[in-house]
Structure formats: C-alpha cells, structure tokens
C-alpha cells in the first residue's frame, strides 16, 4: 500500500523569518492559500491562534459551497518548523509539517503532508493543491517585499 503522503520542497530567494511567516499572517494567507487570486473562491474568514495548541479556521466559499479548513497548531518553531493537524470540518484530521532551511540569501521549505489513509484517492489532487499554493506563495513572496 502506498503511504498517502505528499511531500514538496521549494526555493524561496527570501529570509526563512518571511516564509514563516506567511503561514501565520491572514493578510498574506489571502495572497497565496485562499481566495481568488488562488482559486475561483471567496473569503469568509480567516481566523487563527498563533501559538501552540492554537486552532485555526479558513472558512471559504466555493461553488456555492462553505468550506471551512480546520485545524490545530501543534508546533511553532520560527523561523524553521511550522507543524498542524489540517482537515476540512467533518473530515478526518491529517497532519502537515512544514520545515524551514536558509539565511539572508535564500530559503529551502519542505512541506510533508500525512494524509488520512481514507484520502488515498485525493493523494495526487493534494499535491497539485499544494503546488498552485506554493507557486502562489513564491509570488507573494516576491511582490510583498519589505522596503529596504
């Protein structure tokens, strides 16, 4: 059987302190997780605890349909290690990491999904899920730069 893992890396010519970041800013989670910049969606809510045991919720609205992604942080380690159950309301709970290496010239971010096994059929729309969202995230990246 295969493990229903999705696992992506990417390079970011930004400090790790700014991708982390991302992950727990609603302003910049609207540029490159949700909405319709990403996706033909709407925002309803994006709200989030941003310390350990903090939940989170990003309700949206897709083909007439509220979606709401629910979840709890389990780690915060800034800049390098962002960890959280992820599912949408309902659903079982998966879990996603996210792990942070670089320095002032550029940032590697390795994203590990751990599927529940009952998602094994969504495994490839997972990872085509979390690519769009972090060739967003790179643009976002790039276009909200802090001034010099």
Do not use: C
């Not at 085509?128 to 990246?141: F, I, R, S, V």
């Amino acid at each position: 059987m295969i493990d229903p893992v999705v696992k992506i890396t990417r390079i970011f010519d930004t400090i790790p302190e700014r991708v982390f970041n991302a992950w727990l800013d609603p302003a910049m989670l609207e540029k490159w997780m949700f909405g319709p910049g990403v996706r033909d969606e709407d925002i309803l809510h994006l709200k989030l605890d941003r310390k350990p045991g903090g939940r989170f919720s990003f309700l949206v609205k897709r083909e007439g349909d509220e979606i709401d992604h629910i979840g709890r942080y389990l780690e915060i380690d800034p800049p390098r290690r962002l960890v959280f159950t992820w599912r949408i309301a309902g659903s079982e709970i998966s879990a996603v990491t996210i792990e942070i290496e670089g320095d002032d010239r550029g940032s590697e971010l390795m994203l590990t999904h751990l599927l529940h096994e009952n998602w094994i059929d969504h495994l490839e729309r997972t990872r085509q899920d979390w690519t769009l969202m972090l060739d967003k995230l790179g643009e976002a990246l790039r276009t909200n730069r802090p001034e010099e």
